[in-house]
């Protein structure tokens, strides 16, 4: 479990492989005294209905671990995302496996999220 994320971005109108969906962003980067050294979260909901997508990594101080879910190629691991709003952020929830099998469970709260400004062409 980890402690409030405060910067998060989000866009509600975005595309995966050409379906339109919102995006949410996390990055955090941990201290050096905690579990968690660095943690990244793309979570797209389509608005088409279809299932919602995902791509976490997580690095502690011991090991490395990733789940992606939905997106272009073979799946690494398997697992499910959810993300509840509340106010102006939310709470993602994470349940999985990794590539290796390992069992990941991730709730991650978000007072507040940011916007997405878009780049390139």
């Known amino acids: 479990m980890m402690r ?3 910067a998060v971005r989000h ?3 975005a595309a995966i492989h ?3 969906a919102a995006l949410w962003l996390v990055h955090h980067t941990g201290s050096g ?3 968690i050294k660095r ?3 793309t979570f797209w909901r389509p608005k088409d209905g279809s299932p919602e997508r995902f791509s976490l990594a997580v690095k502690s101080r011991s090991s490395s671990h990733r789940i992606d879910v939905g997106g272009r190629g073979k799946p690494v691991g ?3 995302a959810a993300l509840s709003l509340k106010g102006t952020g939310g709470r993602f929830e994470i349940k999985g496996k990794d ?3 390992t069992p990941i469970e991730v709730i991650i709260k978000c007072p507040a999220f940011g916007g997405i400004e878009a780049e390139g062409g």
């Open 4 to 6: 409030p994320v405060p």
């Open 11 to 13: 866009s509600p109108t």
């Open 18 to 20: 050409n379906v339109p």
């Open 33 to 35: 005294r905690g579990a």
């Open 39 to 41: 943690l990244n979260l």
């Open 78 to 80: 398997s697992g499910k």
């Open 99 to 101: 590539d290796s099998g």
